[in-house]
């Protein structure tokens, strides 16, 4: 319950209209009125100046729009994160070097990276 609303404030924030955020958020501009509106009961505090012309933000609501955003962005790296954890290298890698080079260089490297991505094909020319 108490992220209800974040969303739809820092989309409102930052489109400057109700509407616009309805559309990025692919939701109607009544169900980001209401989740706003039950935001700013929750925390007692007016988030928004609202006109029939123009959305802007409250001293208030400057300052929680700065949290939000952080917290969203944290969120976004977060899923991000476990994304990547999840996606792992598959496929085949052909090289071609000198003996030597290979031998000397290569060949811990990719015995290496052959033991952390088991799914990855190294073949030497």
């Known amino acids: 319950m108490r992220w ?3 969303s739809e404030f820092v989309c409102v924030a930052e489109y400057g209209s ?4 309805a559309k990025a ?5 009544a169900q980001v009125s ?3 509106s039950a935001l700013e009961q929750r925390l007692k505090i007016k988030l928004l ?3 029939t012309r123009k959305v802007s933000l409250t001293e208030e609501g400057r300052v929680f729009y700065q949290h939000c955003r952080s917290v969203l962005d944290g969120l976004n790296a977060a899923e991000q994160a476990v994304s990547n954890l999840q996606s792992k290298p598959q496929g085949r890698i052909k090289l071609t070097a000198p003996v030597t080079y290979g031998e000397q260089q290569l060949l811990p490297l990719i015995n290496d990276f052959m033991v952390q991505y088991r799914d990855i094909e190294v073949t030497a020319f």
């Open 34 to 36: 209401r989740q706003i």
């Open 18 to 21: 109700f509407t616009r955020a």
């Open 4 to 6: 209800e609303g974040i």
């Open 49 to 51: 100046y609202r006109t």
């Open 25 to 29: 958020l692919g939701i109607s501009t």
